[in-house]
Nanobody, 116 residues
């Protein structure tokens, strides 16, 4: 399983970016897809995830600003990021969890930089 993320870049405070991630290969029985981020000197944290039935979960710091969605037919997950803040600056990783054994796969990461 390979995950390819795209859409990162540079934004100003208050701006928007949209991240996309597509899972390819032997993709089956997706439990959930999500986005994590890791800022310099910090641990990787879950930003948002979405279950196979569309249940979403967000870290408190992005609630009301970020929206996660998915296209099940295309094995894609998206993260719409609005009202960006400098503290959103991080490398963002997409993640997929598969099957009853909850196998985790990760994308390569995409840099998001928000200037003040």
């Amino acid at each position: 399983v390979q995950l390819q993320a795209s859409g990162g870049g540079l934004a100003q405070t208050g701006g928007s970016l949209r991240l996309s991630c597509v899972a390819s290969g032997t993709v089956f029985d997706i439990n959930r897809m999500g986005w994590y981020r890791q800022a310099p000197g910090k641990q990787r944290e879950l930003v948002a995830d979405i279950s196979s039935v569309g249940i979403t979960n967000y870290v408190d710091s992005v609630k009301g600003r970020f929206t996660i969605s998915r296209d099940g037919a295309k094995n894609m997950v998206f993260l719409q990021m609005n009202s960006l803040k400098p503290e959103d600056t991080a490398v963002y990783f997409c993640n997929v969890e598969l099957g009853p054994h909850r196998l985790d796969y990760w994308g390569q990461g995409t840099q998001v930089t928000v200037s003040s």
